[in-house]
């Protein structure tokens, strides 16, 4: 079945400097990769997502990039700010395995003033 | 819009008591999950229902059983509750399963003595 691996698990960014999250799958039949931003005791909340036709895609200073050879893709967030601190969830999904996410781990990304 | 209600919102259970969590969608949703999350896990499957009418197991179903009661509901049963069941229990719709974003519900957290 997929499994999907996120690296890192912490990150702690200045406020103003980029952030990247990157994660690996293991089924190179997924499809579809969306990632989830989840604040302290708040619901996860999507904040973007990629289709396997698709190589990058863009919403303001959130971009995620996909490598379907290399089985990767990656959240950037550029220009952080305080409000970005918060764990980051990645996924995926493949039709094999019934189209249900596979979540990683998450990372916790703090963005300091 | 509510989106996707869970209740409660907290609840404390002795070991080998039973509750039910409710959860229900008003976006016209065909599928609904149920994941539990627990610290440094991430998000796991419990149950799925594609549309209503059918349930399956996810990739923790063990003690734990479901009910599509109708489109909108889909509700979960702790028969004995055990301290490994202590988690944030989420519940989450898409328009179906292949594919598409999920919408968490805002969380149950349960702590069982």
């Known amino acids: 079945g997929e499994n999907v691996e996120q690296h890192p698990s912490t990150l702690s960014v200045q406020e103003g400097d980029s952030a990247v999250i990157k994660c690996t799958y293991s089924d190179s039949a997924s499809n579809y990769f969306p990632w989830y931003k989840q604040e302290l005791g708040k619901r996860p909340q999507l904040i973007i997502d990629i289709r396997s036709n698709v190589g990058e895609k863009k919403d303001q200073r959130i971009a995620v990039t996909l490598n379907k050879t290399a089985k990767h893709f990656s959240l950037h967030i550029t220009e952080t700010q305080p409000e970005d601190s918060a764990v980051y969830f990645c996924?995926?999904?493949?039709?094999?395995?019934?189209?249900?996410?596979?979540f990683g781990k998450g990372t916790k990304l703090s963005v300091k003033p | 819009n509510a989106g996707v209600t869970q209740t409660p919102k907290f609840q404390v259970l002795k070991t080998g008591q039973s509750m039910t969590l409710q959860c229900a969608q008003d976006?016209?949703?065909?599928?609904m999950y149920w994941y539990r999350q627990d610290p440094g896990m991430g998000l796991r499957l419990i149950y799925y229902s594609a549309s209503e009418g059918t349930t399956d197991k996810g990739e923790v179903p063990n003690g734990y059983n479901v009910s599509r009661l109708n489109k909108r509901e889909f509700s979960l049963r702790l028969e004995s509750a055990a301290p490994s069941q202590t988690s944030v229990y989420f519940c989450?719709?898409?328009?179906?399963?292949?594919?598409?974003?999920?919408?968490f519900g805002d969380g149950t957290r349960l702590s069982i003595l």
């Open positions: 989450a719709s898409s328009v179906d399963r292949e594919d598409q974003p999920q919408h």
């Open positions: 976006m016209n949703h065909n599928s």
């Open positions: 996924a995926a999904s493949n039709r094999g395995s019934q189209g249900n996410l596979i």
